[in-house]
């Protein structure tokens, strides 16, 4: 499966973007979503996913009530809807495919794509 993700850019604290991860090569359907970060010298971390129906979803505390993610199984793609930006969400975001139901570790997704960045300026 190959991933696609784009919608990053910058933004002012307290503003919002919708990154987007377009999938490609097998069933989207057959896959459970998720979304990591990696912010400049620090570990990749998770911050949500979601299961093959859109049901499920799960977040990290960290984004939690500020981020939605969703998906679109016609479409073939997954998003990210991320509002009241901090400075601290400042990142790479990559999308990723797995076949672990409720995988919220960098292990339980098999699949990642290339990153898009965002930057939250204060």
């Known amino acids: 499966v190959q991933l696609q993700a784009s919608g990053g850019g910058l933004v002012q604290a307290g503003g919002s973007l919708r990154l987007s991860c377009a999938v490609s090569?097998?069933?989207?359907?057959?896959?459970?979503m998720g979304w990591f970060r990696q912010a400049p010298g620090k570990e990749r971390e998770f911050v949500s996913a979601?299961?093959?129906?859109?049901?499920?979803?799960y977040y990290a505390d960290s984004v939690k009530g500020r981020f939605t993610i969703s998906r679109d199984n016609a479409k073939n793609m997954v998003y990210l809807q991320m509002n009241s930006l901090k400075p601290e969400d400042t990142a790479v975001y990559y999308c990723?495919?797995?076949?672990?139901?409720?995988?919220?570790?960098?292990?339980?997704?098999?699949?990642w794509g290339q990153g898009t960045q965002v930057t939250v300026s204060s």
């Open positions: 990723a495919a797995s076949t672990t139901y409720g995988g919220r570790t960098i292990g339980d997704f098999g699949s």
């Open positions: 090569g097998r069933t989207f359907s057959y896959y459970n």
């Open positions: 979601i299961g093959r129906s859109g049901g499920g979803t």
